[in-house]
């Protein structure tokens, strides 16, 4: 009964964080050139627009998540209050981007920034102290290594929203697809806070998904993909499943945002074996290859979306799965991955 209340109110959450969304996303096209937010066609090599964008989806996502953190009182929860500062610091840094494109050193310090502020308030990768996981080593190594890979897991996020972010609607898609399963796993488990949450998220994605799809009226900016990266990856952080063992579960967000974090890396070791600037935008990423294989941008875009969709239902049939066999699927997961590498950076120019 509880439960089906939570639906309720998420649901309802859900259509309030989707009309503001859409409220406000139409009210930054008559904006965004008043304050020059704006993308410009040919500004760097990979801008292949006809006409000027607004950059404003990471304004509509984060106004979006104040005005229902202050209507439904979820900033008074402590972890939500943890992203919402954290996530806030991301915001900021992205939004300076945007406006004076920082240099990688100086987004980097401010992800990093943020990354400490959402672990002073208590958010943080718990594995390595933990009597189910593989290794422990009882003493404050523990709790370093979970401290670094939080660090590293939210700058992987991060970036892997923000580098895969420059196709329309395909950042925004990806982000759907892992809010929905975050939605619903946080549901089933009974973590009414986080899901209240993720209800905000996903009527925020929906919202942001019609205006930045093909052809897009809006583009998200480096303050929209970055703090969608950071935010589900603090979600992911939080989240608890109720089933299974630390040793078999602590694979399951890796699934979730399989496609980003696999752009993520073909793009890093494919630039640095060409002796390319890692940060320098280029026609480099996933869909730009299966385009030059003869597969249209939408159709890759849609592949994409499909194939993190997939991994996402693999990832949540892990929970269940006995220690072996859970990361034997995953094992086949990185090794399905390993192949794909292979295949698409083997005749890229």
């Known amino acids: ?70 209507l439904t009182g979820l900033w008074r929860d402590p972890n939500i209050w943890a992203i919402l500062c954290s996530g806030s610091v991301i915001f900021v840094v992205g939004i300076l981007d945007d406006f004076l494109n920082l240099s990688p050193i100086q987004k980097i310090l401010g992800q990093l920034s ?12 718990n594995i390595f102290d933990s009597p189910e996981f593989f290794y422990s ?8 290594l979970n401290i670094f890979f939080t660090i590293i897991w939210l700058l992987a996020l991060t970036n892997a929203f923000n580098f895969i972010d420059s196709i329309d609607g395909l950042v ?7 809010i929905l399963f975050f939605f619903i796993i946080s549901l089933i488990t009974g973590q009414e ?6 209800s905000v998220m996903l009527g925020a994605s ?7 799809s093909n052809p897009a009226k809006l583009f998200l900016g480096d303050s929209g993909a970055q703090t969608l990266g950071f935010v589900l990856a603090a979600i992911a952080i939080i989240y608890n499943p109720s089933r299974g ?3 078999s579960t602590w694979f399951v967000p890796i699934l979730i945002f399989y496609m980003p974090l696999f752009d993520l890396i073909l793009v890093i070791i494919s630039r640095f074996r060409r002796r390319k600037k890692i940060y ?23 592949m994409l979306h499909g194939i993190s969709l997939v991994m996402s239902m693999i990832g949540y049939l892990c929970l269940n799965l006995n220690v072996f066999n859970a990361n034997l699927v995953f094992i086949f997961a990185v090794f399905l991955g390993v192949i794909a590498f292979i295949k698409l950076d083997k005749n890229f120019i």
């Open 1 to 70: 009964m509880e439960q089906l209340q939570s639906l309720d109110n998420g649901i309802l959450i859900v259509i309030g964080s989707l009309f503001i969304t859409i409220l406000l996303s139409w009210l930054s096209l008559f904006i965004a050139p008043k304050i020059n937010l704006m993308d410009y066609p040919n500004s760097a090599d990979h801008k292949n627009h006809l006409y000027p964008i607004p950059i404003t989806g990471g304004l509509v996502l984060f106004d979006t998540i104040l005005i229902l953190m202050i």
């Open 137 to 144: 080593s009882g003493s404050n190594l523990d709790l370093w």
């Open 280 to 302: 320098k935008a280029s026609l480099d990423h996933t869909y730009h290859r299966l385009a030059q294989s003869g597969i249209s941008i939408s159709h890759a875009v849609l």
């Open 172 to 178: 925004i898609g990806l982000s759907t697809v892992s």
């Open 114 to 125: 943020g990354a400490i502020i959402l672990i002073i308030n208590g958010v943080q990768v």
């Open 245 to 247: 063992f630390q040793s």
């Open 193 to 198: 806070q986080l899901f209240l949450f993720c």
């Open 206 to 212: 929906i919202g942001l998904y019609f205006f930045n």
